[in-house]
């Protein structure tokens, strides 16, 4: 692992960041039915932490001498609200895997702070994947760790 190697996948997770802010502002605005009004305004506030998250992730990307990306990965919607919601569980998933992997790329690189950082982001996203397994009524899946 590199400075220059961690800089590229912390901007992926910008990116999905980005992604994640686009879908819970949307998704918090379309989804329809009384069994969907918590989860809406639930998603609302999912969309202010991502945001804080991209931020933290911006400074970091920054701070190791890289360019914060711009663009963000692919949002996926559907008319059905239930479909909607999978999505969001599904990106949560991979996002929760990269981030417990960039935790211990951070800390090989011995930028302690950097890792404190992603833990505290990978606590609200298992937070959101809490949420949305709720919501769903299932059980939360356990993301594993990335690769």
């Known amino acids: 692992m590199t400075r220059k190697r961690l800089v590229e996948l912390l901007n992926e997770d910008l ?14 605005q379309v989804l329809k039915g009384a069994a969907y009004m918590n989860i809406a305004g639930e998603l609302e506030v999912h969309a202010k932490e991502e945001l804080s998250h991209a931020l933290k992730l911006s400074y970091w990307i920054d701070l190791l001498g890289g360019m914060p990306a711009v663009q963000p990965k692919k949002v996926k919607t559907s008319e059905k609200a239930e479909e909607m919601l999978r999505f969001d569980l599904e990106n949560e998933k991979e996002t929760i895997r990269n981030y417990r992997r960039r935790v211990k790329q951070a800390e090989q690189l011995d930028e302690f702070a950097l890792g404190e950082d992603l833990r505290e982001i990978l606590r609200d996203e298992q937070d959101h994947l809490n949420a949305l397994a709720t919501a769903l009524g299932i059980d939360t899946p356990d993301p594993g760790i990335a690769n």
Request: glycine fraction near 0%; hydrophobic fraction near 35%.
């Open 15 to 28: 990116e999905r960041e980005y992604q994640a802010i686009i879908a819970y502002v949307n998704y918090s």
